[in-house]
């Protein structure tokens, strides 16, 4: 099942490093909290070819050269695996050299696991909504069983990953990120751990409103790090301090989504200044 998938948009981050995100739209959880566009079967259907050839022009077009690190996110790249394992050899048939994938973790069974491994993806996002079964059915619409094996797998299999939580007060709150630290010491403690800060001005489910505050984050990593080796946290403001300059390449389609994006981010983000190339700009330069 390759045919095609909505591509809404591919982010580049110019500095401190050069690298690229392509977000594939369509997911198979649908978390109450998520605000990413990329949720939704939205933006430019594209051939794994055709998107191939938007990837290289961008690249053109942005850093004069083809990107030497490619990511795979969305919505959820793993829902047509066929897809994603093409788009992987058309990446190593352009001589990029590292190539990751962020994902949910729901598809990735020994069979996916062992064909990453042997295409030799460098590293691995895998976002761990909750510990608890029950939290995670609430939030995401589906069991984590799949998920916790997931990251056994991925040790088994030595591949080069992190997990990811998003901190939500009331939901995935400090004795939930506990829960998770101390499942991922019981498969390796080496297993690095990454808790994020919501940030509830982009989504429009009431129920969920609140902003952990930074002591909270703060507490947050020392409980992960109790458990693991490497654990930390991470407010809104210093993800996007780390990576500074980006620029998109957004579908024309999408234009006025994009719009109210950028306000919503403008007020959270005093910094946010994204700039962006169209994808029919990039097609017919």
């Known amino acids: 099942m390759i045919e095609c998938r909505r591509v809404p948009f591919l982010t580049f981050v110019v500095s401190p490093r050069q690298k690229v995100k392509i977000n594939l739209a369509g997911c198979n959880f649908d978390c109450k909290a998520c605000f990413a566009i990329a949720k939704h079967e939205v933006g430019r259907e594209l051939s794994v070819k055709e998107l191939i050839d938007l990837l290289v022009k961008s690249c053109q077009r942005i850093y004069g050269e083809i990107a030497d690190d490619v990511q795979m996110t969305g919505g959820e790249p793993t829902v047509n695996t066929d897809y994603l394992l093409s788009l992987i050899r058309e990446l190593r048939g352009l001589g990029v050299s590292k190539i990751g994938i962020s994902t949910n973790g729901y598809q990735l069974d020994r069979s996916l696991v062992e064909e990453l491994k042997s295409w030799g993806v460098n590293y691995i996002k895998l976002d761990l909504k909750a510990y608890s079964d029950q939290i995670h059915k609430w939030y995401t619409g589906k069991s984590n069983a799949n998920v916790l094996r997931a990251v056994e797998l991925l040790c ?61 984050m703060l507490r947050a990593g020392a409980i992960a790090r109790r458990y693991l080796e490497s654990a930390e946290a991470y407010t809104t403001e210093t993800v996007y301090e780390a990576e500074s300059k980006y620029i998109e390449v957004r579908a024309d389609e999408l234009l006025s989504d994009f719009e109210k994006i950028d306000e919503i981010s403008k007020s959270i983000i005093k910094t946010w200044d994204m700039q962006y190339f169209t994808m029919n700009q990039i097609l017919t330069s």
Not at 175 to 191: G, H, P, T
């Open 156 to 216: 088994e299999y030595g591949l080069t990953f992190y997990v990811r939580t998003i901190f939500i007060p009331g939901v995935v709150d400090l004795d939930e990120v506990e829960k998770v630290a101390r499942f991922l010491c019981q498969v390796d403690r080496r297993i690095a751990y990454k808790i994020y800060q919501f940030a509830p001005e982009h989504t429009a489910n009431r129920i969920l409103r609140k902003s952990p505050t930074k002591e909270q």
